[in-house]
């Protein structure tokens, strides 16, 4: 086994001991922050190295640094809305407040049953990878089971449970992240004092399809919003700063991972947004760094999907007025995907889904900026009218990675 091989191995090691550590798992700061990190660091973690290759060549820090500044434009709109719409929610909203926030809700739920189907049909797909089968009724059938585990799960033991399922999740992705971090970093210092670090000089297309493409990769920093719908559980202060804090950590992962891989970049970047071709552009670093991207892969889609049934969970409950409890909203949510995940192909379908969390985020803009100009904000005012002409931009003229 090579020096960096067990490198992997020994950083996986030492950090699943900082993430899985029993006293940070009980943190309820941490639980609140797990929740919408666990969504943003999904699998557009495994597919956003490929698509920025392709997309923007050695300025994909750049692009990246961009949609996690949009991701956050967007991030600060429903802050603003949990701490000053959600009290008039609460009581009597005006008509245009609750008619904006009754949309925002439908938009948003369509959009987390299609991701939550996403995640777990990628999930099961990877986990049969390993064994060598590629049918897609077997696929299926083990989408179906893990998204009836839990549904279950969430109708018995609600958030709670949830979040304990996802920590674990969270934890273990983590791990498996920083270590791969960690070995790229040590790497590229080593070559860097041999004089052996070069960037690749791409040849790809620069043009309107390009940036069509990184418009539609807000997606990949999409999960935030989930924190928007904890108020069981968490009061605003809380959702608000552990909000912030999920898209900071977040932010760092994304730019670190892409800065280090970008000298892996081939001259011949994929076109398309298949979640292993990651395994072939990392292969450098040893044979062990497919396995652990694989287990990283299985984390992610697992935690991301507990973390979107969470908020859709939470989002039913809340738009028909606790009428419905989340636990059975969580039951709901599992019960849409399993019948996406029959009827549907997802590969197809999560571009519709993708453009309506963008709308959702232009709904929310509005609503965000209607508020502070009645607070006589005029500059918030202003950012949150910006945020709703980007998201508007996006649903426009964003098309899939592999149109």
């Known amino acids: 086994m090579t020096a960096t091989s067990l490198g992997l191995i020994g950083a996986a090691l030492v950090l699943a001991g900082v993430f899985l550590n029993p006293r940070l798992l009980r943190s309820q700061r941490w639980q609140a922050v797990v929740t919408p990190l666990a969504s943003i660091i999904g699998s557009g973690f495994l597919v956003v190295g490929p698509i920025l290759a392709a997309a923007a060549g050695t300025q994909a820090w750049l692009a990246m640094t961009g949609l996690c500044g949009l991701g956050y434009l967007f991030g600060a709109a429903i802050r603003h809305n949990i701490q000053h719409v959600e009290p008039l929610l609460a009581s009597q909203p005006p008509v245009i407040t609750a008619l904006l926030e009754r949309v925002s809700d439908v938009v948003l739920a369509f959009a987390y049953f299609i991701s939550v189907a996403y995640y777990i049909n990628l999930f099961a797909a990877f986990g049969l990878r390993l064994t060598g089968v590629n049918d897609v009724f077997w696929i299926r059938s083990i989408a179906t089971g893990v998204l009836g585990g839990i549904g279950i799960l969430g109708l018995c033991g609600g958030l709670d449970a949830l979040e304990r399922l996802a920590l674990g999740a969270v934890g273990l992705k983590l791990s498996l992240i920083g270590a791969v971090l960690v070995v790229l970093a040590a ?216 149109a």
């Open 187 to 402: 790497t590229t210092a080593s070559d860097l004092t041999q004089g052996g670090v070069t960037w690749p000089v791409l040849d790809h297309p620069r043009g309107y399809r390009e940036l069509s493409v990184l418009l539609g990769l807000i997606v990949l920093v999409q999960g935030f919003e989930t924190s928007r719908y904890l108020g069981e559980a968490y009061d605003w202060k809380t959702r608000v700063t552990t909000m912030r804090q999920a898209q900071w950590i977040s932010t760092a992962i994304y730019i670190v991972f892409i800065v280090l891989i970008t000298r892996y970049f081939t001259d011949t970047p994929p076109q398309n947004g298949e979640e292993t071709v990651i395994i072939d552009m990392l292969r450098p670093l040893g044979l062990v760094v497919g396995p652990m991207i694989i287990l990283a892969a299985l984390a992610s889609q697992l935690s991301a999907a507990v973390a979107d049934t969470n908020g859709a969970g939470g989002l039913l409950s809340e738009s028909l007025g606790k009428r419905l409890s989340s636990n059975v909203g969580h039951l709901i949510t599992a019960l849409a995907a399993i019948s996406i995940v029959w009827v549907a192909n997802i590969y197809e379908i999560i571009t519709y889904a993708s453009k309506a969390f963008v709308a959702y985020y232009a709904l929310q803009s509005i609503q965000a900026a209607r508020s502070a100009w009645l607070q006589r904000n005029f500059v918030r005012t202003l950012l949150f009218v910006l945020a709703t002409a980007l998201a508007l931009v996006v649903i426009v003229f964003a098309i899939p990675a592999d």
